[in-house]
C-alpha cells in the first residue's frame, strides 16, 4: 500500500512528540505575538510564551470556540498581514455572521500535502480520474480535494455540487474512478445511476471518498453495495484546514490523524478534562503549521475516541474513530440522548426501508414528540395493507428496543422524502425554546 509522505505518517511516536513540541512551541510564539486575542487570553491565565516547553503543556492553554471566531469576525484571529492571506473561505452557520478562514501561502500547500495524503490514503494515484462533486466556492470541500487531487497527478474533474444529470454522464464518458462528495449524495447518485438505465459495468468507479457529516457503518455498506466502491471516510473542518485533518486508509477502522500538523485532544465536554487515550469525547484541535489563523485548542463539537495502536497499513499516526455525532446535532427527547444516526443504523438494519428519513420533533402540552418519516422500499410490494402495518410495528418496536425511546413511525412511499444534493436534512426541531 502506498504511503504519500513516509518520513511524517510512519514517523515513530517519540518522533512525532518530539516535532509537535516544536511546533507547538512556535505555533503559541506567533500567536501571542500577532493575535491579541490570544495574547490577552495567555495573559489572564498567567501564561506567556515560555511557558510552553512541550506538546505536554499544551493542556495549559485556554480552549477556543466558534463564537470566539464570530466575536472576532472576519478577520479578527488572523496572525499575519492580509498581504500573506492568499485565499479566505467562509462557513455558513445556522445563525448569524459565517466563520471565515484565511491561508497563506504556506498553509495553502500544508492543504494540498495532506489532501495528497488523504486521497493516497484512499488508495488514489496519479492514473485516476477524480469526479469532485463537493461545493466549489466558499465551502472547503471542493477546492481542498481538488488541490490534493493535482497534487497527487490524479486528473481532476471539477464538476462541484449538484446537476445528478450531468454527474452521471461524465461519470460514464469521463470514466471517473473517484467520486468525492457528501455520504448522502453519494447514496443519490447510486439511485439516480439506477434510473438512468446506466448499466454498473460501464463505470470505472472504484472509490468513494466522502465526508462533510456523520454517517454509519450501514450507510457505509449501503453505498459499498449499490455503487460497488470502497467507500473511504475523510474528515476535516474549514476552522482547522478543510478536509484533510484526517482520512481512512483502506483498512477501514479509523481515520490517521495529519498530527504533525493536527494536533488532537479528547475531552470531557462538561467539566473540559483531557480524556484518557481510548476514551470518547469531544474532540479538540491544535493546528501546529497554520501561519493565517492558527487555532488553539478548537473545540469541534464532534464526539470520537482516539486509538494509539498501530494500524495495518504502516502509518503510525494516530487513529480517530468515525465520528459518532456531532454534539450540536445531539437531540434531547425526553432526556434522552439521541443522534439521528443511531436512528440511521436501526433504519439499515431492516428489511424493505430506505435509508431517506426525516425526524420530526415537536413539544405538545409540555411533553417532547417524536416522529419519524421514511421511505418504503419499492422493491417491498406487500400483497396486503397489513404487511405495511406489520413493517411499520416492527420498526418502531426495534426503534425502541435500540434507542430505549417511542417514537411514532410513518411510512412514506418512495422518493417522498426531498433528496439533496449537498448536506442531508435529517431533523426539524419544531420545539420552542
Ligand atoms: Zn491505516
Known amino acids: ?252 477502522e479509523g481515520l490517521h490523524v495529519n498530527e504533525d500538523h493536527f494536533y488532537p485532544e479528547v475531552i470531557d465536554p462538561k467539566t473540559l478534562e483531557v480524556l484518557p487515550p481510548g476514551s470518547t469525547g469531544e474532540l479538540v484541535f491544535t493546528t501546529l503549521t497554520k501561519e493565517g489563523l492558527p487555532m488553539i485548542r478548537y473545540r469541534t463539537r464532534d464526539l470520537t475516541r482516539l486509538n494509539f495502536e498501530r494500524c495495518k497499513c504502516g502509518r503510525t499516526m494516530v487513529r480517530m474513530d468515525k465520528c459518532l455525532g456531532r454534539s450540536d446535532d445531539m437531540l434531547i427527547i425526553r432526556g434522552v440522548n439521541l443522534f439521528p444516526s443511531q436512528v440511521e443504523s436501526v433504519l439499515l438494519e431492516m428489511g424493505g426501508i430506505k435509508p431517506h428519513y426525516l425526524l420530526i420533533v415537536d413539544r405538545v402540552n409540555n411533553l417532547d414528540t417524536l416522529e419519524l418519516k421514511v421511505e418504503v422500499d419499492e422493491v417491498f410490494f406487500p400483497d396486503r395493507i397489513s404487511q405495511l402495518e406489520e413493517l411499520r410495528q416492527r420498526l418502531q418496536v426495534n426503534l425502541e428496543n435500540s434507542l430505549g425511546l417511542g417514537i411514532k413511525v410513518t411510512l412514506v412511499e418512495s422518493k417522498a422524502i426531498e433528496r439533496s444534493e449537498g448536506k442531508a436534512k435529517r431533523v426539524i426541531d419544531n420545539r420552542k425554546f
Open 1 to 252: 500500500m502506498e504511503v504519500w509522505n513516509h518520513q511524517f505518517e510512519c514517523m515513530d511516536r517519540n518522533g512525532i512528540k518530539h516535532v509537535q513540541s516544536a511546533r507547538l512551541m512556535e505555533t503559541v510564539e506567533r500567536v501571542y505575538f500577532n493575535v491579541p486575542y490570544y495574547r490577552n487570553r495567555m495573559q489572564e491565565a498567567g501564561l506567556g510564551p515560555e511557558s510552553i516547553r512541550s506538546i505536554e503543556d499544551l493542556s495549559k492553554l485556554p480552549f477556543t470556540t466558534k463564537q470566539d471566531l464570530r466575536e472576532n469576525y472576519p478577520f479578527g484571529l488572523f496572525a499575519v498581514p492580509m498581504s500573506e492571506i492568499v485565499r479566505v473561505h467562509a462557513s455558513s452557520g445556522t445563525t448569524g455572521k459565517p466563520t471565515v478562514v484565511g491561508y497563506t501561502r504556506a498553509d495553502i500547500a500544508t492543504w494540498s500535502e495532506v489532501m495528497a495524503r488523504t486521497l493516497t490514503c484512499a488508495g488514489a494515484d496519479r492514473n485516476d480520474f477524480i469526479q469532485i462533486a463537493y461545493g466549489y466556492g466558499l465551502f472547503t470541500g471542493g477546492l481542498g480535494l481538488h488541490y490534493g487531487g493535482e497534487k497527487i497527478g490524479a486528473s481532476v474533474i471539477p464538476i462541484s455540487g449538484g446537476n445528478t444529470t450531468r454527474q452521471i454522464q461524465l461519470m460514464h464518458d469521463f470514466g471517473s474512478t473517484v467520486l468525492a462528495c457528501t455520504p448522502s449524495y453519494a447514496l443519490y447518485l447510486a439511485e439516480a445511476i439506477t434510473e438512468s438505465g446506466i448499466n454498473r459495468d460501464e463505470l470505472k468507479l472504484r472509490i468513494g471518498v466522502f465526508g462533510a457529516e456523520p454517517w454509519t457503518e450501514n450507510m457505509r455498506r449501503e453505498i459499498e453495495d449499490k455503487l460497488r466502491i470502497k467507500a473511504i471516510d475523510i474528515y476535516g473542518l474549514s476552522e482547522v484546514i478543510g478536509p484533510g485533518v484526517a482520512s481512512e486508509c483502506q483498512e477501514q
